[in-house]
Structures are given as structure tokens and as C-alpha cells.
């Protein structure tokens, strides 16, 4: 199954500050890249995504960073907030019939 | 929208008996996918249905497991026999082509 890695496995950030986690793929006919939310005992939840025709993507605090060259994503977390305390999943799809192909998930705990 | 719908949320069951997971999918949406998530191997993709065809069921583990999908709103993943390995959060998801999944909430499945 094609890959998507994902970094870091765990982050810790001060509330307030910046969480950055990164994604890279592989297969270039991926066009679209959502990432999840996911809470202990809930399913993941759609957070926000994006299509390789832009290089970011803004929602509230939420930015997805593009780099179709170099086949890279990223989801940043401007001003995070213990309520963003959660696992997060990128992922990559190719238009079509095919699954959403998950990175391993990043472990994201804000701090006070 | 009620969004995906999974019972039982809950489910311990003894070695050797059978399982049934059950999925409404959101109306309208035309794939359906079944994962099991646990610590060790993450979200695993066990089966996809498009048009309630199976399309790709090469991530079920085992010949214990089973899914069907009778009919658009409705579908099954069974395990028979169960076994302890067996034991982690099964998710439905369900989507329409080209777009992001959604999950329902998961089935926790303990087999003792």
C-alpha cells in the first residue's frame, strides 16, 4: 500500500504556541490531503484539507502548508489550546475509488 | 445528517463466539470502508465497499472475518471465531468519491 510518513510521533507545545506536524508521500498522483482530529474513545474527525492546485490552506487557527515539489504537507496549529490535545492523522487519497492511505498519527499534548 | 452510526459501541465477547459490528453509513455516500485501529499497528484498512460491491478486502486479517453490505444503508463485519489478538477499535467510515471520509464513533471490541 502506498505510504504517507508521518512526523513527529508525539509533540508537546506551551499553550499558545505553534504546533507543526509534517507529512510526506510518495506517489505523485495523490491530489487530495486531509488531515484528522481524533479524541480518546471517538473516531477520527475530518479537520481540514487540501488539493495539490494551492500551496495553503487556512481555517481559523488551522494552516496546511503545501510543497508539491519536494512532496510534502504540513498542519499547523497557530495559538494551540489544551482542547487541541488530541491525535492527529494526515492522509492522502487519489481521486477515484481508492482509501484514504493515514500517516501513523502525532501524538499532540498542550500544556498550560 | 446523523452521521456514520456504529453499534454497539461496546462489545466483550469470549474467545471463540461470534461478532457482529454493525454500520449505518451517511445517506447518500457511496464508499464504505471498515478500519480497526490499535496502539501497535494504528488505522488499518480491513475492507472498502463502493455501490455496496466489495471492492478490496485484502487488509482482512484472517478468514474469521467477514463484512457485507446488503444494501446502501447498511453493513456487517463479523468475526467468527473471535479471538483476544482480535481485540481493538473497529471504525466504520463512509464517503462519497474524490472527498474525505467520516467516521462513525467505534466499536470497542474486547475478546477475553
Known amino acids: 500500500q502506498q505510504q504517507v510518513k508521518q512526523s513527529p510521533q508525539s509533540l508537546i507545545v506551551q499553550k499558545g504556541g505553534i504546533s507543526i506536524i509534517n507529512c510526506a508521500y510518495e506517489?505523485?498522483?495523490?491530489?487530495?490531503f486531509p488531515w484528522y482530529q481524533q479524541f480518546p474513545g471517538k473516531g477520527p474527525a475530518l479537520l481540514i484539507a487540501?488539493?495539490?492546485?494551492?500551496s495553503e490552506k487556512k481555517e481559523g487557527r488551522f494552516t496546511i502548508s503545501f510543497n508539491k515539489s519536494a512532496k510534502q504537507f504540513s498542519l499547523h496549529i497557530m495559538d494551540s489550546q489544551p482542547g487541541d490535545s488530541a491525535t492527529y492523522f494526515c492522509?492522502?487519497?487519489?481521486?477515484?475509488?481508492?482509501?484514504?492511505?493515514f500517516g501513523k498519527g502525532t501524538r499532540l499534548s498542550v500544556i498550560a | 445528517d446523523a452521521g456514520v452510526i456504529q453499534s454497539p459501541r461496546h462489545e466483550v465477547t469470549e474467545m471463540g463466539q461470534e461478532v457482529t459490528l454493525r454500520c449505518k453509513p451517511i445517506?447518500?455516500?457511496?464508499?464504505l470502508f471498515w478500519y480497526r485501529q490499535t496502539m501497535m499497528r494504528g488505522l488499518e484498512l480491513l475492507i472498502y465497499?463502493?455501490?455496496?460491491?466489495?471492492?478490496?478486502d485484502s487488509g482482512m486479517p484472517e478468514d474469521r472475518f467477514s463484512a457485507k453490505m446488503p444494501n446502501a444503508s447498511f453493513s456487517t463485519l463479523k468475526i467468527q471465531p473471535s479471538e483476544p489478538r482480535d481485540s481493538a477499535v473497529y471504525f466504520c467510515?463512509?464517503?462519497?468519491?474524490?472527498?474525505?471520509?467520516?467516521f462513525g464513533q467505534g466499536t470497542r471490541l474486547t475478546v477475553v
Open positions: 467510515a463512509s464517503r462519497t468519491q474524490g472527498a474525505g471520509a467520516f
Open positions: 465497499f463502493n455501490n455496496n460491491v466489495p471492492i478490496d
Open positions: 506517489n505523485t498522483a495523490f491530489d487530495y
Open positions: 492522509a492522502a487519497l487519489v481521486r477515484g475509488n481508492t482509501p484514504l492511505v
Open positions: 445517506s447518500g455516500h457511496d464508499y
Open positions: 487540501i488539493r495539490p492546485d494551492v
